[in-house]
């Protein structure tokens, strides 16, 4: 591909949004389904964008995407850009002092369960205000963070290589969940030998159910004798269904499950384990009005919602 004179000036500030997505994905399918448009029509935004850098983007290697050379130089360009707009959007917001505008929150993807339920509850409030919400793993949305692509995250554990501002939220519990047929499902007082002798079901490496776990192990100088790596806590919750194994999860992804008797809690002396929800932003970052009214609302509001929901699931489990 011929590198084009000067061509790159005209790149438009959509096909650097919709190739930002692309990048952080490596998916163009997933990049579609947060953009909310065809995977055609993404790619078309793509190879028009490669056709104004004069050089490809994207390669692939087997069935996996990766950047290029010049696709990282783009990506690093792009977050550039983008951040700079947001920050005039901001700064006009702040000088307009009103209660519009638009929000960029990103949410761990346990955070999913519960925060678009909270999002309807604020925008009773704050109708004119937009939020756009994007879900990832905790690695994104630190990437997310540093970039200054988002204005607030809800997330677990706040980033130590950041220099940030976090704010509990609610507390977090931490169950463990079986299949009703399961043997365990009928027993009290379940202990963490028992627990160390089943097939259990965790995230990847860094999730926060898997800390959780590996620190109950931990705990009680258990080693686990079988464990099974997932994707996602929704094929966790499937597979704990097939009674495939048990799993330590986060209590606010099951409530559908335990009210339709799908999942079961046991019984385990000290559970449910409990860790924090926090509200996190850049430290340097000047919140708009309307991102303030957000972080304001998550922070006195979150805490008594996920208890009202949640909470009478964990009524019978021994008290931590």
């Given amino acids: 591909m011929k590198t084009p004179d000067n061509r790159i000036r005209n790149v438009t500030l959509r096909q ?5 997505v692309a990048a952080r994905h490596l998916n163009f399918a997933r990049a579609s389904e947060e953009l909310h448009l065809t995977q055609p029509a993404v790619w078309m935004q793509v190879k028009q964008l490669e056709d104004l850098v004069g050089l490809p983007l994207f390669e692939k290697i087997g069935r996996k995407l990766y950047l290029t050379a010049a696709g990282d130089e783009m990506r690093h360009t792009a977050a550039t850009v983008l951040a700079e707009i947001r920050r005039a959007e901001e700064r006009i917001a702040l000088l307009a002092g009103g209660r519009g505008g638009t929000i960029a929150l990103a949410v761990v993807s346990t955070g999913k369960y519960f925060v678009p339920r909270l999002l309807a509850l604020f925008r009773e409030q704050q ?8 879900v990832a ?3 994104q949305l630190v990437q997310m963070l540093a970039r200054n692509e988002v204005d607030l995250c809800v997330m677990g554990r706040p980033p ?16 463990v969940i079986a299949s009703p047929a399961h043997p365990l499902a009928r027993e009290r007082g379940v ?3 028992q627990l160390a002798r089943e097939t259990l079901l965790l995230r990847e490496p860094g999730s926060g159910s898997r800390a959780v776990m590996e620190g109950y192990f931990a705990a009680h100088r258990i080693e686990p004798r079988h464990t099974v790596m997932l994707g996602s806590s929704e094929t966790i919750k499937q597979a704990v269904m097939a009674n495939m194994g048990i799993a330590f999860i986060s209590l606010h992804t099951l409530d559908l499950e335990l009210r339709t008797g799908e999942l079961v809690l046991l019984d385990v002396p000290g559970t449910p384990l409990m860790r924090e929800w926090h509200v996190v932003r850049l430290a340097s970052k000047q919140l708009a009005p309307s991102a303030q009214a957000l972080w304001d609302f998550v922070a006195t509001r979150a805490a008594s919602w996920l208890d009202a929901t949640f909470g009478r699931h964990t009524a019978a489990l021994a008290p931590p």
């Fill in 160 to 175: 130590a290589e950041l220099e940030t501002v976090a704010q509990p939220i609610a507390p977090h519990p931490h169950v």
């Fill in 137 to 139: 793993n905790r690695d």
């Fill in 127 to 134: 109708p004119e205000v937009q939020v756009n919400l994007t």
């Fill in 191 to 193: 202990t963490a030998q």
């Fill in 16 to 20: 650097l949004q919709i190739f930002s």
